[in-house]
């Protein structure tokens, strides 16, 4: 059932791996995928992948720095191999923690230890206890309660004692009359009681013995007292500036008009003495708790020493109860930062994983711990998994002699026109030559806005210095047509007229308007641009992440590819009106996997720079 169980290492050395019979295809691949994407990206809060036909579940042993990773077909629902994959990891453990801990994985490893036969019987073991019981059969006939029944214990008597003739409700009922027989017998015996009362009269029958049972205990309660409980008296009170009164105020014992109350009174009077004697008791029992909190606090004894170190984890292993609050006020953090929820949630959950577990120093408190793991993971995600160097790579196509192309696309407003002339600028200063492709047809003013900023590009370059040829020329044929064909006329133009770039211009978009983005997919489809970018606001928080995957997901649906082209890249526009609020990148980059290749600071053609990730952290993370 399983393809395959591997048992490696967070540096990368396989303690033990197995195969399932009939399975020639190696374990590598899927597992240096899962090492990829999820592993190394920060991306383990879920424990599940795929890879192509195959489902890939792990568990992380922070402690020694292992990894457990099971495979099997995607097709097949195996419903224990969560547990079974604990179990392993449990059992691993105790096997070769003494090694593990005197001598590492590497040593570990050459001792060429045997553990195939306890992944055998645990795998047996699992798969028994999943097997599915087999269907109950059900009873026959002459089993079930009502074939006892006779015709005659089914008339009816003209009394209505059927009870007596039906046996076989009687037997049902059995049970429920012996269990409740008491209850049954008192319920009779307040309705003998009551007969010929009106429901008035019970219900002041009811309150009247309410009373006296009320009474009955508290008189009960002051005879059982251990002390004798008096009414206490007011003692005279004295001024302290004033001199002192001379005048009694000991009311307690009088009503209005100076007689003593009945006897009634004087009862209640007891109840409420000896009620207020327990409360006081319990209010001194709390006080002297308080006293001996403050003793400790201001340092009596080792106390002082105590507090001080509170918090501190103290060689102790990471678990998920320790980590809870921080990891709480972390997500909220990170939300108020504008990061979206989902990804919050799934960025801590991550961290929680990757130090559950884990065996902390000394003096080093849970809070520090989580916000510095935190930290390298967002550093991580906003790290490419592969470099884009578009310098590099253009210079690469034109030894090939073809332009590189460049497609730009995201929703509308988001500033694609102006930020392909601050990529332009940038590649003219770095002595290429661009050809801009006005293929959105759809916005009025789009063309026009493209031939103006190419005016101004070549008014900073004038011709003269490039050989008498505009370093920016703009291919356009109008609006309402076809934009890939145009796409697909433009490159082939900069092929014959030796164009180093192609920049292409597309019309901002919904995300979810499926006709555009049917148009979108079919002019990246066709054209195989070498780089897709999508531009994106620094603004946006939650709206990032349903852009994006909706976006990729566009693409993937219209592409006539087995392997369609997605986002390649992110530029990221408005970066100088957030101040620290920048969750918008993390939440694009966590998404889509995809560098940040750009950030625009400002409206000059200068104002294009790189994303520099610790800064972004160090923004993100401050307070």
Known sequence: MLDFFTIFSKGGIVLWCFQGAGVTESFTGPVNALIRSVILQERSGNNTFTHEALSLKYKLDNEFELVFVVGFQKILTLTYVD?????????????????????????????????????????????????????????TFTESQ?????VKSMIETKGGDKGKEQGGKKNK??????????????????????????QDEIMQKKREEFFRKRMAGSAEKTSKSPKPQKPKEKQMRVWDMAGSSTKDLDYSQRNGNGSHDSGLTDMYLLS???????????????????????????????GGMFGMLKGLVGSKSLTQEDMEPVLD??????????????????????????????????????????????????????????????????????????????????VNGVGKSTNLAKISFWLIENGFTVLIAACDTFRAGAVEQLRTHQRRLNSLHPPEKHGGRPVVQLYEKGYGKDAAGIAMEAIAYARNQAFDVVLVDTAGRMQDNAPLMTALAKLIAVNMPDLVLFVG????????????????????????????????????????????????????TYITGQPIVFVGTGQTYNDLRSLNARAVVSALMKA
């Open 537 to 588: 606001e620094a603004l946006v928080g939650n709206e990032a992440v349903d852009q994006l995957v909706k976006f990729n997901q566009a693409l993937a649906d219209h592409s006539m590819s087995d392997k369609p082209r997605l986002i390649d890249g992110i530029v990221l526009t408005k970066f100088d009106t957030i101040d620290d609020k920048v969750g918008a990148a993390i939440s694009m």
């Open 173 to 198: 009922n059995a049970k429920k009359e012996e269990g409740h027989g008491k209850v049954s017998t008192s319920e009779k015996t307040v309705e003998n009681g009551n007969q010929g009362l009106t």
């Open 83 to 139: 547990k079974f994959i604990d179990d392993v990891q449990l059992h691993f453990r105790d096997r070769y923690k003494n090694e593990l801990e005197q001598k590492g994985a590497l040593k570990l490893l050459n001792n060429n230890f045997e553990f195939e036969d306890d992944f055998k019987t645990l795998l047996r073991d699992a798969e028994d206890s999943s097997k599915a019981r087999g269907p109950v059969s059900m009873r």
């Open 272 to 302: 409420v003495d000896y009620e207020s004697s327990e409360e006081e008791e319990e209010i001194e029992e709390e006080e002297e708790k308080v006293v001996i909190t403050d003793i400790s606090k201001k340092g009596g004894g080792f």
């Open 146 to 150: 009502k074939s006892q029944k006779t």
């Open 329 to 410: 006020k972390m997500r909220d953090h990170l939300i108020a930062k504008n990061v979206a929820a989902d990804i919050a949630s799934q960025l801590c959950d991550s961290v929680a994983k990757k130090l559950e577990g884990k065996v902390m120093g000394t003096f080093t408190t849970v809070a520090s711990t989580v916000k510095q793991a935190l930290q390298d993971s967002l550093v991580q995600i906003l790290q490419p998994k592969r470099r884009v160097d578009i310098l590099r790579d253009v210079l690469e196509a034109r030894s090939q002699r073809r332009p590189f192309v460049i497609t730009f696309c995201g």
